[in-house]
C-alpha cells in the first residue's frame, strides 16, 4: 500500500522557520523525482518545489526561492522542506507528491499556518 505521510505544520510567526517532513512507503522511493506542492485557502494548487532522484537537481517556485529548501533521504525513505523566512501568503496546506510534473501519489497534506 503506497502511502506518503506529511508532518511538521503548525502555526508560525512571520519571519519563522519550519521543516516539513514526507514519509514514504509502499513504492521504491528512490527511483522518483519528488515534488511539494500547497494550496493556500481559496486558491488552486500551486507547486513549491522538487527534487530529482539523486539529488543533483533541484528547482523552485520564484517565491520561495533563497528561503526554502527541498531534500530527500533515500535511505530513509523521506522527502524534506525546510522553510525559512516564512511570510504571510506561504500560509497553505503543503502536499508531497511523486514525480516531477506529474504525479502518481499525493500525501494528505499537513497546514501551514503564518501569522502573528
Known amino acids: 500500500q503506497v502511502q506518503l505521510v506529511e508532518s511538521g505544520g503548525g502555526l508560525v510567526q512571520p519571519g519563522g522557520s519550519l521543516r516539513l517532513s514526507c514519509a514514504a512507503s509502499?513504492?521504491?522511493?528512490?527511483?522518483?523525482?519528488m515534488t511539494w506542492v500547497r494550496q493556500a485557502p481559496g486558491k488552486g494548487l500551486e507547486w513549491v518545489s522538487s527534487?530529482?532522484?539523486?539529488?543533483?537537481?533541484?528547482s523552485y517556485t520564484d517565491s520561495v526561492k533563497g528561503r526554502f529548501a527541498i531534500s530527500r533521504d533515500n535511505a530513509k525513505n523521506t522527502l524534506s522542506l525546510q522553510m525559512n523566512s516564512l511570510k504571510p501568503e506561504d500560509t497553505a496546506v503543503y502536499y508531497c507528491?511523486?514525480?516531477?510534473?506529474?504525479?502518481?501519489?499525493w500525501g494528505q497534506g499537513t497546514q501551514v499556518t503564518v501569522s502573528s
Open positions: 509502499g513504492f521504491t522511493f528512490s527511483i522518483y523525482g
Open positions: 507528491a511523486s514525480g516531477w510534473g506529474t504525479y502518481d501519489y
Open positions: 527534487i530529482n532522484t539523486n539529488i543533483g537537481r533541484t
